[in-house]
């Protein structure tokens, strides 16, 4: 990647607000060329609204789509003796355990050979493979400029945490399991080399499959249901998608497949991880009810909101807190670059600042902040925050 920055900014016409009350019943899932992918068109016609779209001829200047093809397959021998000894999860598609995949970490040489062999006498497939982290100076590809707003990511490489940027790598007839991302994030994913077929339903639809457990099936299969909503995608190779917030889906990949992606969270899907967390957090309570009278109660719940969520209360509080933060630090001087490409400009900055605004106004309203329920120094952090950027967006 070159040192160049690409100043990003938005001269949007909606108000944020517009759209969290989002519609689907009219839409069809469009393709267009990246070239012609402005910055704002996306962000209001498909971020805001929340509506999946395929992307076509994004990975041209990928380093990785240079080396790691050859003739049109995957280059065995370059993974071979680039990443050989790196070890990277692999799921056994045909292996179930409790609704999910087995998984186990494998040597990608060890992977790249079982991949070589003519006799592949398992489905495996080679998956979150965090691969950008562990070869932090080897740009081997480019996240796509309007995928750059990305608040998942920044803070996750502001922390050194845990990254949402992956790595697949699947044998033809290697398949996702039906499920939702994350966090309820966005996602985007990228076919280096490959073809995947997509199944997305909008969000409610998965009510309909759930069994009277509610528990979702581990693939949906169109035939078995009726009157059920759902796109069909083919995801040829250097095409991207981008998967909205809530959709459940799965994927298979109809021949050996290379993709990349991320999950991320920015301004127009905060509000959707905001609601996602409190029903998460709704249904946790439920759950332990009859435990609600003990001095545990919320921090059980906490904990348990941890693991099945993968983020609590305080952890979202803190995450507003760093994003808001860099923002007010950056609002008048024009800095704020993520991917070391993306130049954040102030209309942006402003954008991002008043819809977290919005959410610190539901935080204060829930019952944990109001019952002082937060560790000391959190609220007021939260409250200091407020005060800055209502100074700064007058
Ligand atoms: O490519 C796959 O197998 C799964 C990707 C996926 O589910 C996602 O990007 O959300």
């Known amino acids: 990647m070159s040192g160049e920055k690409r100043k990003i900014d938005i001269t949007l016409d909606v108000k944020y607000s517009d759209f969290t009350e989002h519609n689907y019943s009219n839409c069809e899932i469009q393709s267009f060329d990246n070239s012609d992918l402005k910055y704002d068109y996306f962000f209001k016609e498909y971020l805001l609204r929340n509506i999946p779209c395929i992307i076509k001829n994004i990975t041209k200047t990928w380093k990785c789509s240079q080396f790691w093809i050859k003739d049109d397959e995957i280059n065995y021998d370059y993974f071979i003796d680039h990443y050989g000894e790196l070890e990277a999860p692999v799921a056994d598609c045909d292996k179930i355990n409790y609704n999910t995949q087995c998984k186990?970490?494998?040597k990608v040489k060890d992977y790249m050979n079982y991949l070589k062999s003519k006799s592949r006498e398992k489905l495996l497939y080679l998956k979150d493979w965090h691969l950008r982290r562990l070869k932090l100076d080897d740009y081997f590809y480019e996240v796509p400029e309007i995928f750059a707003s990305d608040w998942l990511n920044e803070y996750a490489i502001d922390n050194h945490d845990d990254d949402f940027m992956f790595v697949y790598i699947g044998a033809g007839n290697t398949w996702t399991p039906f499920h939702?991302?994350?966090?309820t994030s966005y996602s985007w994913s990228v076919n280096v080399v490959g073809r995947k077929k997509w199944i997305l339903l909008p969000p409610g639809?998965?009510?309909?499959l759930k069994d009277p457990l509610g528990n979702l099936p581990l693939l949906f299969n169109p035939?078995?249901?009726?009157?059920?909503r759902y796109f069909e995608v083919i995801q040829e190779k250097d095409d991207g998608i981008f998967v909205p917030s809530g959709w459940h889906h799965q994927v298979s990949n109809e021949i050996d497949t290379i993709s990349i992606n991320h999950n991320f969270?920015?301004?127009s899907n905060i509000e959707i991880v905001w609601r996602s967390l409190q029903r998460n957090l709704n249904s946790v309570e439920h759950e332990i009810e009859e435990f609600r009278e003990t001095p545990e109660f919320t921090s059980q719940c906490q904990l348990i909101l941890n693991s099945v969520f993968g983020m609590d209360f305080e952890s979202f509080i803190k995450f507003i807190i760093h994003i808001a933060q860099k923002r007010l630090n950056h609002v008048n001087k024009d800095k704020l670059v993520l991917f070391n490409t993306y130049h954040f400009q102030k209309n942006h900055i402003i954008f991002d600042l008043k819809n977290i605004l919005k959410?610190?106004?539901l935080i204060k309203n829930h019952y944990l902040f109001l019952n002082n329920s937060l560790s000391p120094e959190l609220a007021p952090n939260l409250l200091k925050i407020e005060h800055y950027i209502n100074e700064s967006i007058e």
Not at 180 to 183: E, P
Not at 205 to 208: C, G, L, M, S, T
């Open 180 to 183: 939702a991302d994350v966090y």
């Open 205 to 208: 639809e998965e009510e309909k």
């Open 223 to 228: 035939e078995q249901y009726e009157n059920i």
């Open 265 to 267: 969270v920015n301004a």
């Open 359 to 361: 959410i610190i106004k």
């Open 104 to 106: 186990c970490d494998m």
